[in-house]
């Protein structure tokens, strides 16, 4: 799967964000070019193939 998603260089972390992170808005992508590049990321698959 980590091929698949070309992940293989990734190294496991036991909490993949920092504990008590708040995420807003303002964190996504605001400019067009960066909800581009987001688009070609393929989030969803990733997310299935792991359930």
């Known amino acids: 799967m980590l091929k698949k998603f070309k992940m293989e260089g990734c190294n496991p972390v036991g909490t993949p964000a920092e504990p008590g992170l708040q995420l807003s808005s303002n964190m996504s992508p605001q400019q067009d ?19």
């Open 33 to 51: 070019k960066e909800m581009e590049e987001m688009k070609q990321i393929p989030y969803k698959e990733a997310v299935g193939a792991l359930l």
